[in-house]
Structure formats: C-alpha cells, structure tokens
C-alpha cells in the first residue's frame, strides 16, 4: 500500500516569526502522512534548522531547468541541494499561467531535480473552460506526457504527480471526491501504459482548496495518495488535521 504523504505550499507567504511558530507546532505532533512543506526560497536554511532532527521534510517550490550560469533570480538544483531539500514543485499551475512554464520547461526541471536527488512534484490540471470544454483528459494527459517522454523508467519511478484543477486552486471549490479520483485513475492509467509497477508505486496528489473537512473523503479514494495543500498549510492544526484524515 503506498504510504499518504502531504505537502504544504505555503507559496509567497512566510516571515522568519511565523514560520517558527508553524514549524513547532507542525512537527511537535506526530501525523500518519509523511508531512512536507514547500516554502519560499530565503527561508530553505530555517526549515532546514527547525526540521532536521524531525519526521517533517522540506521542499523548494521552483527550480531551475539550468544547471548553472548567467541566469538572474533563478535558482539551481545544487543550490537547493545543499540545503537538504527533499521535495520541488514543478509546473505549478501559477507558475504555468503567470510565468509561462511551457510543458517541455516543466519536464526539464523534473530532469535536472532528479540529477541532485530531489524529487519532483509534477503538477497538472486544467482550467474551468477546459474541464467545461470536456478536455480534462487531453491538458492533463498532455502534461504528463511531456514528463513520460522526457524521462527514464527508473527516473520516472522517482517523481511525485499532483493533480491540481486550476478552477480549485484558491477559490474554495473543491472537486468532488470522485471527479480527482477520476483524473487520477487516467493519469495513473496513462502511467501504467509506460509501466504498471511504476504507476502502482506512483503517489498522486490532489490539489485544490483541501480542508480538515473534506481531506478524509478526497484520501479515501483507491487512485489519491495525499494532498498538495495550499491555504491550510499555513496553519499547523489544519496542516496537521490533513495529515492525520
């Protein structure tokens, strides 16, 4: 069975008193779910200070498709590295829409995160035109697909895949419990094509508006292994509420 893991995305948000106070009490109680938190980049050395004695693990929330060079304001894989990430989100859907992420980006960043050790968090999902148009199946598939292509077998058993429908992210709509299992079911399917004991090994998440209130339906689904949590990870009670559902 795989094991629940869920990831906060505290997103730009954060203040060095603040993050104290939710670091404690994140990881002063213990969570069934493996527990990660993305934060921005200057405070990586604080959440690497404040849980490297702890069960809770750190990501990054963008990484560079570059390895190094004249690149201003982005940051490398080595670098994160070195701050003992564990995790890095990869074509967001803020970062798709506000910056301009093309899939092929998103598939190189994946790549060049593997190189130093870190997983990859590979976001997909679709806009409310989309999933009205009935193209769900073919933006996230597509999405995936640039990521299938880009990377090696045992590469690809390495990576985390989160599915977040845009029209959720933030807005306090939530996909049902068996609209996510669906697009989760075809996403691991479109895996499964490539290799099946990859896609059961595969954890899944969903993403979009999870709450303490309706995380144990959305987790009780065969396909969704954990959650990518936006607003509620900036929270320790409701942070850890999710990991326990």
């Not at 938190?37 to 004695?53: E, G, N, R, T």
Request: with cysteine; glycine share 12%.
């Amino acid at each position: 069975m795989r094991q629940k893991l869920v990831i906060g995305n505290w997103k730009m948000h954060g203040s060095l008193a603040a993050n104290t106070a939710l670091l404690e009490g994140i990881k002063a109680v213990p969570a069934r779910a493996r527990l990660a938190v993305c934060a921005p980049f200057p405070y990586l050395a604080q959440c690497q200070s404040l849980l490297a004695a702890s069960n809770v693990a750190w990501g990054a929330q963008d990484v560079s498709a570059e390895a190094r060079g004249a690149f201003t304001g982005e940051v490398a894989a080595s670098m994160l590295a070195e701050f003992g990430v564990s995790y890095v989100l990869v074509g967001h859907s803020e970062r798709r829409s506000y910056h301009g992420e093309t899939d092929a980006t998103v598939a190189a960043k994946a790549l060049r995160a593997l190189e130093f050790g870190i997983v990859p968090v590979v976001c997909v999902g679709e806009t409310l035109a989309q999933r009205e148009a009935g193209q769900t199946e073919a933006v996230v598939g597509r999405q995936l697909g640039a990521v299938l292509e880009a990377l090696s077998l045992e590469q690809l058993g390495q990576i985390v895949l989160a599915y977040e429908p845009v029209w959720a992210i933030g807005t306090g709509k939530t996909a049902s419990s068996e609209q996510a299992q669906a697009v989760h079911a075809f996403l691991r399917g479109q895996v499964a094509a490539r290799d099946a004991g990859v896609a059961g090994r595969m954890a899944m998440l969903y993403g979009g508006s999870v709450k303490p209130d309706n995380a144990a339906e959305l987790f009780s689904m065969p396909d969704i292994d954990g959650g990518l949590i936006g607003g509620a990870s900036l929270k320790s009670d409701d942070f850890l509420a999710i990991g326990n559902a």
